[in-house]
């Protein structure tokens, strides 16, 4: 099976999120079930930098906006192949690969991400037979939207396509002004078509004309028919439920796991969690708390937004630390947020910690270090941090929505009965229904042969690629038959 995986970012060369570690885990899952999935990425400095054997394959020219390019083929630090699109004129600006340093987003993001599906429905029209032609090609998110249009408007002998909404939050829509900039049919700006709310949309536009829609939890593609979840777009998804459904995203292990984790004082597993104490130590001590080994340590690693439900945490947490609680937080977004919750680190210097900026070694560091991993957000389609937090036996906290409500198990009496707990789970998105979580926590965690068992039960559920990846690859097959 021939895929082709078309995304705006993939780890470790460039990451803003989740679709990072979706990106750099999915496409070698896949090989190893014995696909050939390829990736292709924006040319950005760090993607030219950081693959590996580059040459390129193809000069393109009339990309939207009358914009020439190289398609560079290569293979990423894991030895995945890849290709990136090289222009001077859309990629090479260092830094947030969607925002200029003044934190708008790029004003020609329209030509740079239309760039990327073009791009990928070169592939369907390939120059020779010599070239590599995907039987799939599978878009994600907004920034790949416009590959299904485009590859739609390609012909009959075409490769089949797939949309992978990741957050459906970010859509991607642009001034229909920009239809024959972006290489878009008249015909195509129509409610069939690229046509959203009076603009074009990208996300729209993917959803319309790809063959199979999916995302990344069952609960999220179940939300996102309705208009609390949809954003705009439930309607469209509602006439398409058919053709859609949701594959909880993996862990990959070689990365997220505490026995080889290279950021950790000291290794631990599932068969010596004592050692996790020395990881709850060093982090105490890194963000200046009070070296307490019974002090429930409650952590959060997050972009900070109205979504993550950070702006939940200030008027809870003070009550937690009453009771002998703490806190650590790393996370950058909204400087409202940022802001009040610097200023509760400042007012509670022992009890909280905060780092506003972006640390993957610390990420890890805070997840071997933390008792709770808090993510109380308003709507996750799937969520990383829980399934990340498990493996370390630090139990999650979580809001009870799209992912977050399919992989963790709340602490109730009959599940802490039959042994299955992993975490903790509230419904009511205000900081009532947070805190109540909190306390519930917080007495379990009084209780150590409970937690332990709780611990051990979360660090040995298997959330590895292996099974999602063969989920896919199903998917696909149903598409090529
Ligand atoms: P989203 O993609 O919505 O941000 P996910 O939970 O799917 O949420 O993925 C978030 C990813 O980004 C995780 O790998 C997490 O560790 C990482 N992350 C988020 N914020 C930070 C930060 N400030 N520093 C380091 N890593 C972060
Ligand atoms: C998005 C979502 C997050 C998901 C990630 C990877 O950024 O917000 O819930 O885990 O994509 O699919």
Redesign the pocket.
Known sequence: MRVLFVTSECYPLVKT???A?VSAALPPALNGLGADARVLLPGYPAVLDGLEGKSTVRTLSGLPGGIGARLVAGRLPDGTPAYAIESAELFARPGNPYLAPSGESWADNHLRFAALGWVAAEFARPADDSQWRPEIIHGNDWQAGLMPAYVAFTGSQRPATVMTIH?IAYQGQFPAAYLAALHLPAHSYHMHGVEYYGGIGFLKAGLYYADRLTTVSPSYAREIQSTEHGCGLEGLLASRTDHLSGILNGVDYEIWDPAIDPHLVEPYDHTCLEAKAASKAALQAEFGLEVNPAAPLFAM???LNWHKGADLLPEVLPALFARGGQVVL???GDSGLENSLSALAAAHPRSAGVHI????AQ?HRIQAGADVLLVPSRAEP????QLYAMRYGTLPLVRRTGGLEDSVIDATPAALTDGCATGFAFDEATALGLGWAIRRATDLYRAPERWRAMQLRAMTRDFGWAGSAREYLELYRGLVR
């Open positions: 999120g989740g679709l570690d957050n690693v997050s972009r790393l996370g950058t900026g972006y640390d993957e990420a799937c969520g990383l941090t």
